[in-house]
Structure formats: C-alpha cells, structure tokens
C-alpha cells in the first residue's frame, strides 16, 4: 500500500499539471490561426492585458487585419485560402515569457510569376509603374494566373514567423506590447511574416 500512495499522488500531479495545457505554443498557435482567418476579434481575445487595455476591440479590429497581399492573393485565387497554414511551433520560456517560432505556407508568388508570365507580360506590368498591387494586374495576366493554379495546383514556400509570449495569472497570453508600439505606428512583430 506505501508503493501506491506515491504513484497515485505522481499520477494525479502529472494529470493536473499534464494536463493543464500550461503552454505557449497551443496559444499561439491559436492567434496564427486567427490571424490567417483573419478573424482579428478572436486573435484580440488572446492578448494580454495590457495589449487589451491599450487597445479596444473595435480599434483593434479596424488597425489590423490581414496583410494587403495576402488579402490580394485571395481576390485572385480563393482557392489558396487551403494553402495558409502553420505548423512547427516551437517555444523558448524564460519564466513568465516565451517566445514561439513558427512557419507558415503561403502561395510561392514569385514561382507562378516565373512560370507564367512572359517577357511581354512583364514589360506591359512595367509600363510607366501603373501596377503596383497584384489585383491590378491587366485580367489577361490574373487569367493567366487563375489557370495555372488550376493545372498545377498553388505551389508554396515557407515563411517564418514569432510571437511573444506572457504568462498572467497562469495563462499564456499574446504579447503585443501595443502601449509601445501603437503610438509609434509600428506593427507588432507576430503580425508579420518575414
């Protein structure tokens, strides 16, 4: 019966705290996935208090969303929407801090350019710099786009990303630190992808 005693009593510590989820990668890998939704509301939920408190909900949702060209790609090609993915989330915690790497797919743009689009393509692009976003692409080349994807599916590259990381009141929280940056008009690193 003394052997049980200690195994139940190990048993029951690991279930508590095994099972307590008290980690930052699931958090974060919860805020990327908002992100790439760009459900910005839910991603806002994450935050921490601070970040919250800098920030209302509202202004939080009008300031960030999805980045412009991800947004242009989706105009584009709906069908790369399956391509946006994270994956390999990987923590570093330094008592009530962590930081999380992780990579995201995303369409590998400058591979459907080579393949597809022709000199004359590109000078017409070119031309007296009227192009400057990808949906204002001539619909003859967004055309040329559409089908490619269609043939052979959207090809993909890694990006990486990080995301700070606090601990309040014994849950990991996103860590903005909009107090310092929102004024400044810098966007926090973990809505970046590099």
């Given at each position: 019966?003394?052997?049980?005693?200690?195994?139940?009593?190990?048993?029951?510590?690991?279930?508590?705290?095994?099972?307590?989820?008290?980690?930052?990668?699931?958090?974060?890998?919860?805020?990327?996935?908002?992100?790439?939704?760009?459900?910005?509301?839910?991603?806002?939920?994450?935050?921490?208090?601070?970040?919250?408190?800098?920030?209302?909900?509202?202004?939080?949702?009008?300031?960030?969303?999805?980045?412009?060209?991800?947004?242009?790609i989706l105009e584009i090609l709906p069908e790369a929407k399956d391509v946006f993915k994270a994956s390999k989330f990987k923590e570093t915690v330094t008592g009530d801090n962590a930081v999380v790497t992780y990579v995201v797919n995303i369409?590998?743009?400058?591979?459907?350019?080579?393949?597809?689009?022709?000199?004359?393509?590109?000078?017409?692009?070119?031309?007296?710099?009227?192009?400057?976003?990808?949906?204002?692409?001539?619909?003859?080349?967004?055309?040329?786009?559409?089908?490619?994807?269609?043939?052979?599916?959207?090809?993909?590259?890694?990006?990486?990303?990080?995301?700070?990381?606090?601990?309040?009141?014994?849950?990991?929280?996103?860590?903005?630190?909009?107090?310092?940056?929102?004024?400044?008009?810098?966007?926090?690193?973990?809505?970046?992808?590099?």
């Amino acid at each position: 019966m003394r052997r049980v005693v200690p195994f139940l009593t190990l048993m029951l510590l690991l279930l508590v705290y095994g099972c307590s989820g008290n980690s930052p990668a699931p958090v974060a890998e919860k805020a990327v996935n908002a992100l790439l939704d760009g459900d910005m509301e839910s991603y806002y939920e994450l935050l921490t208090q601070a970040d919250q408190a800098a920030m209302t909900k509202t202004n939080f949702v009008r300031t960030y969303h999805l980045p412009d060209d991800i947004r242009q790609i989706l105009e584009i090609l709906p069908e790369a929407k399956d391509v946006f993915k994270a994956s390999k989330f990987k923590e570093t915690v330094t008592g009530d801090n962590a930081v999380v790497t992780y990579v995201v797919n995303i369409p590998d743009a400058d591979k459907i350019g080579s393949e597809v689009l022709s000199l004359t393509d590109l000078m017409s692009i070119a031309d007296g710099g009227k192009v400057t976003r990808l949906v204002d692409l001539p619909e003859d080349v967004k055309q040329k786009i559409v089908d490619y994807v269609h043939k052979n599916g959207v090809p993909t590259k890694e990006v990486t990303g990080s995301m700070d990381l606090l601990q309040e009141e014994g849950e990991w929280r996103v860590n903005l630190n909009l107090v310092k940056n929102y004024p400044n008009g810098i966007v926090p690193k973990a809505l970046i992808l590099e």
